[in-house]
């Protein structure tokens, strides 16, 4: 008995990664999947994961999540353009440049996530 759930565990583990990027397995499986991803803010494992799931509700918190994260992002950025257009900043701009610079890119990121999310919507 050992040897035939060592070998059925061997099997999950070689054919777990084929057999999840095929799409093949049920919805539910891939939900499952993307949730994790989303609980681990990997959006774009989600996504993948998301057009297999065929889970519009999921879809939608997914939209709802990076909208919100991407307002974080936005108010972050904008509180740093005021700090640089003001001239508190002893010999530190550099460093908010780069920060700024970080949030933008941070922005554009999430808006690529969210259109390839909207994307999912409409099929």
């Known amino acids: 008995m050992l040897g035939v759930n060592l070998l059925v565990r061997l099997g999950r583990t070689l054919l777990s990664g084929p ?4 799409g093949v397995l049920p919805a539910s499986y ?3 999947l993307a949730l994790a991803a ?11 994961y998301l057009k297999w799931a ?11 999540r990076l909208r919100l ?3 974080r ?3 972050r950025r904008r509180g740093l353009e005021e700090l640089l257009a003001s001239s508190r900043l ?11 610079a970080e949030e933008e890119r941070a922005l554009a990121l999430l808006g690529k996530y969210e259109e390839a999310a909207q ?3 409409g099929q």
């Open 30 to 32: 891939y939900r499952h």
């Open 19 to 22: 057999l999840t990027e095929s």
């Open 54 to 64: 065929q889970d519009r509700v999921l879809i939608q918190a997914l939209i709802l």
């Open 119 to 121: 994307a999912l919507l």
């Open 90 to 100: 002893n010999g530190s701009g550099e460093k908010c440049r780069a920060w700024l």
């Open 69 to 71: 994260l991407m307002a």
């Open 73 to 75: 992002h936005d108010q």
């Open 38 to 48: 989303m609980e681990e803010e990997n959006y774009p494992e989600a996504l993948g």
